[in-house]
């Protein structure tokens, strides 16, 4: 499975960005899905997952609603909707894929995204 993560940019606090993770291959639809960030000098965090149907959702427990993670399976494409933005809320921001139930262990997650950059100013 191949992963291409794309959809951040600069974007004043308060706004929003929603973030897209294209996934290739025969059996990206049987995945499942999550993010992560990784805002520097610190270390990756979990931000949200979701299982192949898309009716099963997990969030890192910080989270304050703000963001939602959907999947369009036709589309081979997950989700990370943001809202409200903080400028704490900038980081690189991956998508990873497995095959298997990983939930926010990244270090489950076998197929990993390049990243893609959310920078929020205040």
């Known amino acids: 499975v191949q992963l291409q993560a794309s959809g951040g940019g600069l974007v004043q606090a308060g706004g929003s960005l929603r973030l897209s993770c294209a996934a290739s291959?025969?059996?990206?639809?049987?995945?499942?899905m999550g993010w992560f960030r990784q805002a520097p000098g610190l270390e990756r965090e979990f931000v949200a997952s979701?299982?192949?149907?898309?009716?099963?959702?997990y969030y890192a427990d910080y989270k304050t609603r703000r963001f939602t993670i959907s999947r369009d399976n036709a589309k081979n494409t997950v989700y990370l909707q943001m809202e409200s933005l903080k400028p704490e809320d900038t980081a690189v921001y991956y998508c990873?894929?497995?095959?298997?139930?990983?939930?926010?262990?990244?270090?489950?997650?076998?197929?990993w995204g390049q990243g893609t950059q959310v920078t929020v100013s205040s």
């Open positions: 990873a894929a497995d095959s298997t139930y990983s939930g926010s262990n990244g270090n489950s997650y076998r197929f």
């Open positions: 291959g025969r059996t990206s639809t049987t995945y499942y």
């Open positions: 979701i299982n192949p149907s898309g009716r099963g959702t």
